[in-house]
């Protein structure tokens, strides 16, 4: 049975750090790339960064660039999103989501109050 589970969110000031974590079993984690959505109240899922199944290569969405930093480590089948210099703006559930098996997690939600 596939599971995806988030973990590591929750309150914090703006300026401050968070870190997620994604927990990835019942499939192929090393042959996924990996991927961190969030969606705020009133909007849409979107994109916030991505990493290959390997690791070598990320991408993040330009809000987020220098301020995130996506990781993954395929022998504990987690991959991870160190999140620094938090705004209100990136108040979100954020989900982690594989590809090509698009497998998605439950969410875990991320306050920033200012």
């Known amino acids: 049975q596939v599971h995806l589970v988030e973990s590591g969110g929750g309150l914090v000031q703006a300026g401050g750090s968070l870190r997620l974590s994604c927990s990835a079993s019942g499939f192929s984690f090393s042959n996924n790339d990996m991927s961190w959505y969030r969606q705020a109240p009133g909007k849409e899922r979107e994109l916030v960064a991505s990493?290959?199944?390997?690791?070598?290569?990320?991408n993040y969405a330009g809000s987020v660039k220098g301020r995130f930093t996506i990781s993954r480590d395929n022998g504990k089948k987690m991959v991870y999103l160190q999140m620094n210099r938090l705004k209100p703006e990136d108040t979100a559930v954020y989900y982690c989501?594989?590809?090509?098996?698009?497998?998605w997690g439950q969410g875990t939600q991320v306050t920033v109050s200012s």
């Open positions: 989501k594989s590809f090509p098996n698009d497998y």
């Open positions: 990493i290959s199944n390997t690791g070598s290569v990320t």
